[in-house]
């Protein structure tokens, strides 16, 4: 069975990084995107970032240009890299991908991490 599993979340002052890394273990055979989520407090979860296969990544507009994705394909690993952090950006980020874990599989399906969270705060 297939899991995804976070690292990296913790405590950071405005203006600070954190970097969060996500392994997908297990059979895996194809993934057609990969990326994170996001939930604050009393909001609905948001894409934060995503890459689809072949493609580049996309961002949601209020991280553009703080926060990077990175990808490991040979590792099934991907990192989030944030930067100048902001209180707004406190929330329980969730790694995400859409795949198959077998090759007769018609459709690809969603996955989810556990959760990390990340404050913050001064």
């Known amino acids: 069975q297939v899991q995804l599993v976070e690292s990296g979340g913790g405590l950071v002052q405005p203006g600070g990084s954190l970097r969060l890394s996500c392994v997908a273990s297990?059979?895996?055979?194809?993934?057609?995107?990969m990326g994170w989520y996001r939930q604050a407090p009393g909001k609905e979860r948001e894409l934060v970032g995503v890459?689809?296969?072949?493609?580049?990544?996309t961002y949601t507009d209020s991280v553009k240009g703080r926060f990077t994705l990175a990808r490991d394909n040979a590792k099934n690993t991907w990192s989030l890299f944030m930067n100048d952090l902001q209180s707004d950006d406190t929330a329980v980020y969730y790694c995400?991908?859409?795949?198959?874990?077998?090759?007769?599989?018609?459709?690809?399906?969603?996955?989810w991490g556990q959760g990390t969270q990340v404050t913050v705060s001064a």
């Open positions: 995400y991908a859409d795949l198959a874990e077998d090759p007769h599989w018609v459709s690809t399906y969603d996955y």
């Open positions: 297990g059979s895996i055979y194809i993934i057609n995107a």
């Open positions: 890459i689809r296969s072949g493609g580049s990544p």
